[in-house]
């Protein structure tokens, strides 16, 4: 009788769940549902900085990863930190949850790039970005204790996450949409009653598309939208901060897409009347900085102040019967002549070479008798993420990265024999002058660019 009876009690107490303070059932196996990445935005590119897994049932805040692996499309990633999150990846304090992140290393190599395990690639059929087809994500010895439990088991799976994309610089960039036959995608400054100025930013060939996350992703975009940025822009009063608007055409930019340029601009212009029409700054990279320059000879009296990155400049004649000639047909140089213009490029940019590009123009837009033109010419284009070398194309990284500083001597430039005077520099980040303009030097692109109006430039 006493044998029974206590049978029977250790079968309600383990129905309870307990059996002096402890365990004593086993838990269901935890199997990861779903796996998810997080692409954020770097110097270089996109690249998945997290791995989200939506596990069958809560786990504790117990999540360890001292023995866990991970592969992302092939490529090992070191776990650096794990927690119980949200589906969005944010960590859970003191609760369980159904979902777990790691943190993952991001580094780039610029030698093998199939070595940095980026969600792009380069379609040369196309000759632009697309995403990849599949995103495999492995993720083997994962500690997890599931709730209610108090052991300690291993979670192991093997998915592909693409369809499952956590994008944060989409949520950055609030307002989408397409006018004009062009997407686009902005960022709205902190609103204090002033007007704000807008920086207009045009994508290369390779983010061509209808895909407004190809350009928000594929160069640093969204640092404009973050105070090392944001913090150069000030009107009277309170107001700091500038609107930023991403512009996507389906085909490269050519002459045909000013209008359409023009339009998406004077749409946002006219649905946000607090950001002020004076003070638009037009800044793109490659085939968008030879956009920027198009859109500045077409509109002479629109933008306050251009900025071409790693352009093409096609306005110019290089040759002359074998001799070199810095003349720019005269439309061009009308046009430019009192447009406030920085241009920045790289001595190591073989897409379009300096000595045949921005150099010659240089020159010629100085002998021209511009003024308010700045040269930021670099020797190489050496990141400041992971300090490695890039494409010496990639110039706009030291845009984004806030490094564009110093500029050429423009009497070094325009007087010298040939190209001389013009030295490449990445000590002096472009050059050992000072912009200035109206009486004032800046030692920063974002200062000068903020300094510039239509108004002033009347004056």
Not at 7 to 36: I, N
Not at 131 to 145: E, G, K, M
Not at 184 to 209: F, K, T
């Amino acid at each position: 009788m006493k044998k029974r009876y206590l049978a029977f009690l250790v079968v309600v107490l383990t129905a309870c769940g307990t059996l002096f303070g402890h365990s004593v059932y086993a838990a269901s196996p935890v199997s990861v549902e779903q796996t998810s990445i997080q692409i954020d935005s770097y110097e270089f590119g996109p690249a998945i900085s997290k791995i989200v897994l939506k596990l069958d049932q809560k786990v504790t805040p117990a999540v360890v990863h001292s023995q866990t692996s991970v592969t992302t499309a092939g490529v090992t990633r070191q776990v650096t930190n794990s927690y119980v999150s949200d589906a969005t990846g944010h960590v859970v304090y003191l609760e369980d949850s159904q979902y777990v992140t790691l943190e993952l290393a991001v580094s780039y190599n610029p030698s093998e790039t199939t070595q940095n395990a980026q969600p792009f690639t380069f379609d040369l059929n196309l000759w632009r970005n697309v995403w990849v087809s599949s995103y495999q994500v492995d993720v083997t010895d994962l500690s997890v204790v599931a709730e209610g439990d108090s052991e300690s088991q291993m979670v192991a799976s093997s998915q592909d996450a693409l369809p499952n994309k956590i994008v944060p610089v989409l949520d950055t960039f609030s307002e989408k949409g397409s006018v004009a036959n062009l997407q686009y995608a902005a960022y709205q400054a902190p609103d204090s009653g002033q007007s704000r100025p807008l920086i207009v930013w045009l994508h290369g060939v390779g983010e061509v598309g209808t895909d407004i996350s190809m350009p928000l992703l594929s160069n640093e975009v969204v640092a404009l939208t973050q105070d090392q940025v944001q913090s150069h822009f000030s009107t009277f009063g309170t107001q700091t901060g500038a609107d930023v608007l991403v512009l996507q055409s389906p085909q490269a930019w050519s002459a045909s897409s000013a209008s359409s340029v023009k339009a998406a601009i004077d749409s946002y212009l006219a649905n946000h009347p607090s950001v002020d029409s004076d003070r638009i700054y037009l800044v793109g990279a490659s085939n968008g900085a030879g956009m920027v320059l198009n859109m500045g000879v077409t509109y002479p009296n629109y933008f306050a102040a251009l900025v071409p990155i790693a352009s093409g400049y096609s306005y110019q004649n290089t040759s002359t019967e074998g001799q070199e000639s810095y003349s720019l047909d005269a439309t061009t140089a009308a046009a430019l002549k009192d447009q406030p213009m920085w241009m920045i490029h790289a001595r190591t940019d073989t897409t379009y070479p300096v000595d045949t590009t921005i150099l010659p123009f240089y020159k010629a837009l100085l002998q021209s008798g511009a003024s308010n033109k700045w040269l930021s010419y670099f020797e190489t284009v050496t990141g400041s993420d992971f300090g490695v070398e890039y494409n010496g194309h990639w110039s706009w990284i030291y845009f984004f990265n806030g490094q564009v500083t110093g500029v050429q001597n423009t009497d070094n430039a325009k007087n010298s024999e040939g190209l001389y005077g013009m030295v490449a520099t990445d000590a002096t980040h472009g050059g050992d002058a000072q912009a200035s303009s109206h009486g004032m030097n800046f030692s920063n692109i974002f200062d000068w660019m903020s300094a510039q109006s239509l108004t002033s430039r009347a004056q």
